[in-house]
């Protein structure tokens, strides 16, 4: 167990690795001063001033961590209005049912078994492991918990600390499964959370983590993936450094397809389990990548700058034509990929969500876009409509044509395109 490295990050500015402690990070990439990527602002909100914060990533050239060099108050980030709801998505709804299922059955948990998952938004997951015959328990500090109580998910609308892991354990004893989907690079208070992991978990018990995997974030171009909320973008072998110093061991490891590529590894809580072929044959894909050199790095950097300049071009020469030039969906990376490119309002007139969307009649953070319902793009038939949640691109553009769209349908990333 560690002791000498803190995995607590203050607010302010990072100068070392989150993960190692190593003050010997590199550049990737500088995105400027930006707005978090889910403060969305209302018509009041639009007359009074905006903080913006510093979004640089670096890498760790010793445990090949990727992150952010400043934290911003995790009460800040993430608000009690925090618009963000998983099961809006239909595939997402379907994925995180079949990633419950795997789980068990991978693992042979037992019927009647306590899962708790962390960050569980509006309890999506946990009712996959509900409808597996699973004891659930979620823990959301936004106000989308009062949404997941309402839908017969118990959940704690508190942020996740060791303080609280030990007064579920009172409560409810130890659980045989705790998982954290996308939330695991996300708070500042890393140290506390994973030891509140492993207090939470029985010996033998499994932790299931889900992120951004940076193999995937460097090879596919996704500068997009890149904010505040996101203070780390793991390697593998960055999260097995990390869980190793917990006692932790890291038994299997998958690339799955959410998010544009996200890596979900299995850690058993002690040491000496047995480790599956699939974590070695990770490791040895990123060392044949060359996730641990800089060229990769060097490349991503390139590509973003001229992604950004062809995309801020079609803008330009669909506004000089007077063609409609508008976006689609509204997912957090949106706000870092038309912050960096500087197009806004005037470029593009609006960003199209689902009707049933928390972002609806607000605006986009920086650059004031505004949200609307999707059904003006039946109506309006844009020249150009961008997809701006591009990593879900076959489905949206299915269910748009099926609707009825027949504008040009513009990929943003990983190359400017038109579909």
Request: proline residues 5%; hydrophobic residues 35%; contains cysteine.
């Amino acid at each position: 167990m560690v002791a000498e490295i803190d995995h607590d990050i203050p607010v302010g500015p990072i100068e070392h690795c989150q993960v190692c402690g190593s003050a010997d990070l590199e550049l990737v990439i500088d995105l400027g001063h930006q707005p978090l990527c889910d403060s969305l602002l209302s018509a009041e909100q639009l007359n009074q001033p905006e903080q913006s914060f510093p979004l640089r990533l670096y890498r760790c050239l010793q445990c090949s961590l990727a992150q952010i060099d400043y934290a911003v108050d995790g009460s800040t980030v993430y608000h009690r209005e925090y618009p963000y709801k998983s099961g809006v998505t239909k595939e997402l709804v379907e994925y995180q049912g079949e990633s419950s299922k795997t789980t068990i059955n991978d693992f042979s948990i037992e019927p009647n078994s306590l899962v708790v998952d962390i960050g569980s938004n509006d309890g999506t997951l946990l009712k996959g492991f509900k409808a597996q015959g699973m004891r659930v328990l979620g823990v959301e500090p936004t106000n989308i918990a009062k949404l997941a109580n309402e839908d017969g998910i118990e959940t704690i609308q508190e942020f996740f600390v060791e303080k609280l892991a030990h007064e579920i354990v009172q409560e409810h004893g130890q659980a045989s499964v705790v998982s954290s989907t996308n939330m695991f690079a996300h708070m500042t208070a890393l140290g506390e959370v994973t030891r509140g992991i492993r207090t939470l978990l029985k010996d033998g018990g499994i932790f299931v983590c889900e992120i951004h995997y940076l193999l995937e974030i460097i090879r596919g171009g996704q500068y997009d993936t890149i904010y505040h909320e996101h203070l780390r973008s793991y390697s593998l072998k960055s999260l097995i450094t990390l869980l190793e110093m917990y006692d932790f061991t890291v038994v299997d490891a998958r690339q799955v397809n959410r998010y544009g590529g996200s890596l979900r590894i299995y850690a058993a809580k002690g040491k000496g389990h047995p480790v599956r072929d699939s974590v070695a044959k990770l490791l040895a894909e990123e060392e044949a990548f060359g996730l641990y050199r800089p060229e990769p790095y060097e490349k991503f950097r390139e590509n973003a700058k001229t992604t950004r300049w062809d995309l801020v071009s079609m803008a330009m020469d669909a506004k000089r034509s007077g063609a409609s030039f508008v976006g689609n969906s509204c997912p957090g990376r949106s706000s870092t990929l038309l912050n960096y490119c500087g197009i806004d309002r005037e470029l593009m007139p609006y960003i199209a969500e689902q009707p049933t969307s928390l972002k609806l009649g607000l605006h986009l953070p920086g650059k004031h876009i505004p949200v609307v319902d999707n059904e003006i793009l039946f109506r309006e038939q844009p020249d150009y409509v961008v997809l701006l949640a591009w990593h879900y691109w076959e489905p949206i553009s299915q269910q748009l044509r099926d609707r009825g769209l027949k504008s040009k349908l513009v990929m943003p990333l990983p190359d400017v395109k038109v579909l």
